[in-house]
């Protein structure tokens, strides 16, 4: 079973429609990060959060809100959706208790297009 | 503006011989370089990484150089292997805190 999940893995939508993508994981990690993978540019940080009620903006937020509901769940919420908000998107989970420098686990991505 | 650079997209390299990935860095607080694997349809999976303080870093078919002067590391696979065909991705942080910078990636294609 895989450490990270993520829902949908693919979604299609229309401009100005709210849409929600679903990130799950089992590893008991406290880190969680969002990030967007668009051709060229590698990955971009939306949004973190390293712990239930710590949330932090990332490089690129506008557009996106994100929600925390437990340790395992991080959500990514897109208010109304863009054509320029089509990518591909990842979730990621860390954990630095021992304050050593840390390795990122990705979820497999959920693909994105919005029309 | 992108502080992680890998200026080469494509490497293409015969199934044995060694693969070379390039990356270079803008910002001198970087003191954690990280090399992530992606195949098609996955996320990124963790492969290899270097302290600041280190110069080499060796784990199996896979070394990690780290050049501070010239803001530059380097990724060898030896031998490279039809698996190792995939999209590389380096990555650089200034802290413990795990905020990434990523490069944009190099695809590689190992041939037989």
């Known amino acids: 079973d895989a450490d990270v999940t993520q829902t949908p893995r693919n979604r299609i939508t229309k401009t100005g429609k709210r849409i929600m993508l679903e990130c799950s994981q089992t590893k008991g990690h406290d880190r969680m990060y969002w990030y967007r993978q668009d051709p060229g540019l590698g990955l971009q940080l939306i949004y973190y959060s390293f712990d239930v009620k710590d949330i932090n903006k990332g490089e690129i937020s506008d557009g996106y809100s994100v929600s925390r509901q437990a340790q395992a769940k991080f959500s990514l919420s897109l208010e109304s959706a863009i054509p320029n908000q089509t990518a591909l998107y990842f979730c990621?989970?860390?954990?630095?208790?021992?304050?050593?420098?840390?390795?990122?686990?990705f979820g497999p991505g959920t693909r994105l297009l919005v029309l | 503006d992108q502080q992680v650079k890998q200026n080469s997209p494509s490497l293409s390299v015969q199934e044995g011989r060694i693969s070379i990935l390039n990356c270079d860095y803008t910002n001198s607080m970087f003191d954690y370089f990280l090399w992530y694997k992606k195949y098609p349809a996955e996320g990124p999976t963790f492969l290899i990484s270097i302290s600041s303080i280190k110069d080499k870093n060796e784990d199996g078919r896979f070394t990690v150089f780290l050049n501070k002067s010239a803001k530059h590391l380097s990724l060898h696979i030896v031998p490279s292997q039809p698996g190792d065909s995939a999209v590389y991705f380096c990555a650089a942080s200034t802290d413990s805190w795990g905020k990434l910078q990523f490069g944009a990636g190099t695809q590689v294609v190992v041939t037989p």
């Open positions: 990621a989970t860390s954990d630095n208790a021992r304050g050593a420098q840390e390795t990122q686990y």
